[in-house]
């Protein structure tokens, strides 16, 4: 079975930094980009961040550019997302999203359960 | 930005009624366009991909179509557990975007 289970949301003050990490299971890992997509409480969904199957290739949203880092370790079948800098409206449930393909341009075929992340003082 | 606009924003429909929804590109997208289906406390699921592909376990009843800048899902005799939001998603550019959703409500 597939599966994606993200785990490291939280609680955190503005400018603060918190780690999300995934772990996915029941498919070839290395063989998928793998990407992250948020959604604010009560809003709609934003892609955030992606990275290719190899983990040599990245790519992020504007609004989490310079700010977030994504990063891959086959080994172990996880994703990880680094969020620096965090600011209020970085507030949402974050989704590790799984590819159809090894490309960043796909569907996404799965969907964790989420994480949420809150930032307030 | 490759923006997505969907139509209508919310719906409300009964039973066995055909549900009709759209997504408009503000740029060409091929048939790099994807649907999803969100319920309530839920996370996203795929019902279809590239436009028109259909995803194996989702109920026939679900079709989709379009190419370029207009598409169109389509629940087909809908029945009470289609209560959810649906998003249009395209792949064609970064950054990837998805449309502001469309809620439908069963009467």
């Known amino acids: 079975e597939v599966q994606l289970v993200e785990s490291g949301g939280g609680l955190v003050q503005p400018g603060r930094s918190l780690r999300l990490s995934c772990v996915a299971s029941g498919f070839a890992f290395s063989s998928y980009a793998m990407t992250w997509v948020r959604q604010a409480p009560g809003k709609g969904l934003e892609w955030v961040s992606g990275i290719s199957g190899s983990g040599g290739s990245t790519k992020y949203a504007d609004s989490v550019k310079g700010r977030f880092t994504i990063s891959r370790d086959n080994s172990k079948n996880m994703v990880h997302l680094q969020l620096n800098s965090l600011r209020a409206e970085d507030t949402a449930e974050f989704y590790c999203v799984k590819g159809t393909t090894s490309g960043f341009n796909d569907a996404f075929d799965m969907w964790g359960q989420g994480t949420m992340v809150i930032v307030s003082s | ?107």
Request: proline share 6%.
């Open chain 2, 1 to 107: 930005e490759i923006v997505l606009t969907q139509s209508p924003d919310f719906q409300s429909v009964t039973p066995k009624e055909k549900v009709t929804i759209t997504c408009r590109a503000s740029q060409s997208v091929g048939t790099s366009l994807h649907w999803y289906q969100q319920k309530p406390d839920q996370s996203p699921k795929l019902l279809i991909k590239y436009a028109s592909q259909s995803i194996s376990g989702v109920p026939s009843r679900f079709s989709g179509s379009g190419s370029g800048t207009d598409f169109t899902l389509t629940i087909n005799s809908l029945e009470a557990e289609d209560a959810a939001a649906y998003y249009c998603h395209q792949s064609s550019s970064f950054p990837i975007t998805f449309g502001q959703g469309t809620r439908l409500e069963i009467k």
